[in-house]
Protein backbone atom coordinates (compact mmCIF):
# COMPACT_ATOMS: atom_id res chain seq x y z
CA UNK A 1 0.00 0.00 0.00
CA UNK A 2 1.12 3.42 -0.45
CA UNK A 3 1.66 5.95 1.78
CA UNK A 4 2.66 9.48 1.41
CA UNK A 5 4.11 11.41 4.94
CA UNK A 6 4.09 14.26 5.45
CA UNK A 7 6.40 16.12 8.15
CA UNK A 8 7.78 19.78 8.83
CA UNK A 9 4.98 22.19 9.46
CA UNK A 10 4.44 24.32 12.81
CA UNK A 11 4.05 27.98 13.99
CA UNK A 12 6.34 30.34 12.49
CA UNK A 13 6.31 34.67 12.72
CA UNK A 14 5.90 36.77 9.49
CA UNK A 15 8.86 37.05 7.61
CA UNK A 16 10.17 33.20 8.75
CA UNK A 17 10.90 30.51 7.17
CA UNK A 18 9.44 26.99 6.66
CA UNK A 19 11.10 23.21 4.95
CA UNK A 20 8.01 20.61 4.54
CA UNK A 21 9.07 16.77 3.45
CA UNK A 22 6.68 14.14 1.76
CA UNK A 23 8.60 10.93 1.68
CA UNK A 24 6.65 8.26 -0.47
CA UNK A 25 6.64 4.39 0.56
CA UNK A 26 5.03 1.14 -0.37
CA UNK A 27 5.75 -0.78 -3.60
CA UNK A 28 7.01 2.14 -5.90
CA UNK A 29 8.21 1.49 -9.43
CA UNK A 30 8.00 5.28 -10.88
CA UNK A 31 6.49 8.81 -10.00
CA UNK A 32 5.21 10.99 -12.54
CA UNK A 33 4.66 14.17 -10.51
CA UNK A 34 5.33 15.57 -7.25
CA UNK A 35 3.84 18.84 -5.78
CA UNK A 36 2.31 20.74 -3.08
CA UNK A 37 -1.32 21.78 -2.68
CA UNK A 38 -3.01 23.57 -0.02
CA UNK A 39 -6.23 23.94 1.46
CA UNK A 40 -7.76 26.52 3.92
CA UNK A 41 -11.62 26.26 5.41
CA UNK A 42 -14.25 26.71 3.21
CA UNK A 43 -11.90 26.94 0.28
CA UNK A 44 -10.70 24.49 -2.41
CA UNK A 45 -7.57 23.33 -2.24
CA UNK A 46 -4.98 25.18 -4.54
CA UNK A 47 -2.42 24.57 -6.15
CA UNK A 48 1.17 25.64 -4.79
CA UNK A 49 3.69 24.25 -6.53
CA UNK A 50 4.78 20.74 -8.69
CA UNK A 51 7.10 19.14 -10.80
CA UNK A 52 5.48 18.28 -13.77
CA UNK A 53 5.69 15.07 -15.97
CA UNK A 54 8.54 16.40 -17.86
CA UNK A 55 10.66 17.56 -14.55
CA UNK A 56 10.17 21.33 -14.50
CA UNK A 57 8.37 23.47 -11.82
CA UNK A 58 5.03 25.27 -11.84
CA UNK A 59 4.22 27.61 -9.06
CA UNK A 60 1.44 29.85 -7.93
CA UNK A 61 1.90 32.94 -8.64
CA UNK A 62 1.40 34.32 -5.03
CA UNK A 63 4.93 31.69 -4.18
CA UNK A 64 6.67 32.79 -6.83
CA UNK A 65 10.06 34.11 -5.60
CA UNK A 66 9.61 32.93 -1.78
CA UNK A 67 8.93 28.91 -1.83
CA UNK A 68 11.69 26.49 -3.96
CA UNK A 69 10.40 23.12 -4.69
CA UNK A 70 13.11 20.31 -4.89
CA UNK A 71 13.61 16.30 -4.89
CA UNK A 72 15.46 13.19 -4.25
CA UNK A 73 14.47 10.98 -6.02
CA UNK A 74 16.54 8.06 -4.83
CA UNK A 75 14.13 8.49 -1.72
CA UNK A 76 11.02 9.28 -3.33
CA UNK A 77 10.60 12.34 -1.29
CA UNK A 78 9.34 15.74 -2.36
CA UNK A 79 10.56 19.33 -0.85
CA UNK A 80 8.86 22.53 -0.68
CA UNK A 81 11.44 25.46 0.98
CA UNK A 82 9.05 28.28 2.31
CA UNK A 83 10.73 31.72 2.61
CA UNK A 84 9.51 35.25 3.61
CA UNK A 85 6.38 33.42 5.02
CA UNK A 86 2.99 36.13 5.12
CA UNK A 87 -0.35 35.49 7.44
CA UNK A 88 -1.90 34.50 4.13
CA UNK A 89 0.12 31.42 3.71
CA UNK A 90 -1.02 29.88 6.69
CA UNK A 91 -3.55 26.65 5.42
CA UNK A 92 -3.23 22.78 5.56
CA UNK A 93 -0.52 22.11 3.01
CA UNK A 94 -0.33 18.24 1.56
CA UNK A 95 1.37 16.39 -0.76
CA UNK A 96 0.82 14.82 -4.01
CA UNK A 97 2.58 12.39 -6.53
CA UNK A 98 1.24 10.30 -9.01
CA UNK A 99 2.84 6.93 -8.51
CA UNK A 100 2.81 3.77 -10.45
CA UNK A 101 2.55 0.57 -8.72
CA UNK A 102 0.87 -2.45 -10.68
CA UNK A 103 -0.26 0.64 -12.56
CA UNK A 104 -0.70 5.11 -12.39
CA UNK A 105 -2.88 6.49 -9.21
CA UNK A 106 -2.78 9.75 -7.54
CA UNK A 107 -1.87 9.56 -3.72
CA UNK A 108 -2.20 12.41 -1.31
CA UNK A 109 -0.25 12.99 2.17
CA UNK A 110 -2.32 13.36 5.51
CA UNK A 111 -1.43 16.85 5.33
CA UNK A 112 0.60 19.10 7.82
CA UNK A 113 -0.48 22.60 9.55
CA UNK A 114 1.77 25.38 8.33
CA UNK A 115 0.74 28.94 10.47
CA UNK A 116 2.04 32.49 10.03
CA UNK A 117 1.52 34.63 12.53
CA UNK A 118 1.43 38.61 11.79
Known amino acids: QVQLVESGGGLVQAGGSLRLSCAASGGINSIKTMGWYRQTPGKQRELVAT???????NYADSVKGRFTLSRDNAKNTVYLQMNSLKPEDTAVYYC????????????WGQGTQVTVSS
Open 51 to 57: FTSRGTT
Open 96 to 107: NMEIRVSGWGDY
